[in-house]
């Protein structure tokens, strides 16, 4: 190939025909040095991003490591659902441990400290794109509320909609709560 890199698609088997004057990539070659990771920001951190800004990814695959990151573009279209904006990040990847399609974690570094709402990550039921707790309406009676979560933080999660300041939220066993109230529903 005329360039370095890895080999992250194949369209080409062991001993299959091919000429040289087919339109088909046979393989998709990528330089994994440097990554872009796509992200979903809300519209209220918008001011805290620009073009340049420092950013910082963790990834679940690798809970100890930091890898430092730059916004690279920020999209001109809020998504009316979800009221977020998506940014393209350029992370430096030495190793080339991270990879195309994994999860990670966007940190932001904000310039300002405000009064947040958070509820322990241990509260939180992912159901696919939404999330759950589940709050104590009485003694031992709990409803599931869905809530609109933020960035999580030293195992705690910011809960942007859905709960306010007071009330009680199930910190241990939510799952298991959930688990149960399946099986009664069916």
Known sequence: ?????????????????????????????????????????????LTYVRVGSPLKIKAAAYPDRIFNARVDQIGSVVDPEKHTIPLRCVVANPGELLKPGMFVTVILRTATLEDVLTVPNTAIVTEGERHIVFVETSPGE?????????????????IRSGLREGERVVTNGSLLLDAERRMEGS
């Open 142 to 158: 709990f409803v599931r509320r869905e809530v609109q979560v933020g960035e999580e933080r030293e195992g705690r999660v910011i």
């Open 1 to 45: 190939a005329p360039i370095n890199g890895v080999i992250i698609e194949r369209h080409v088997g062991l001993g299959q025909m091919v000429q040289s004057n087919g339109g088909d990539p046979l393989f998709m070659i990528a330089d994994l040095s440097s990554v872009w990771v796509n992200a979903d920001i809300y519209e209220d951190q």
